[in-house]
Each structure stands twice: as structure tokens, then as C-alpha cells.
């Protein structure tokens, strides 16, 4: 996995909590949604990267 993705899939999943803090805050359950699905979205861009990662090391 590049530096430069992980640290880009990283800032989005940080994104994600604070979105989803904030909505818990202002009780807002689409802010809250939102961020919950970013850091779901991260989390699955850095699973297909080290998923390519071990396709390249073969």
C-alpha cells in the first residue's frame, strides 16, 4: 500500500469519526450516518489495497 493512500484512507476515516461525533452531539442521525459510512468507506479502500499489495509481492 502506497504512504500517500493509507494516509489519505487514515484522514478519511478520522473525518468519519468526527462527523459522527458531531452528529451524536447535535443529535443529528444524518451527520452521524455520514460519518459512520466515510469510515466504513476507508476501511474498505484499505482493505482492497492490501489486497493489491499481496498480489504484487508474488
Known sequence: MGADD???NTGEKLGGKAKEAA????DDKGLE??????QVKADLKNAGEKVKDAFKKD
Open 33 to 38: 450516518a455520514e460519518g459512520k459510512g466515510d
Open 23 to 26: 452528529g451524536k452531539l447535535t
Open 6 to 8: 493509507k494516509l489519505e
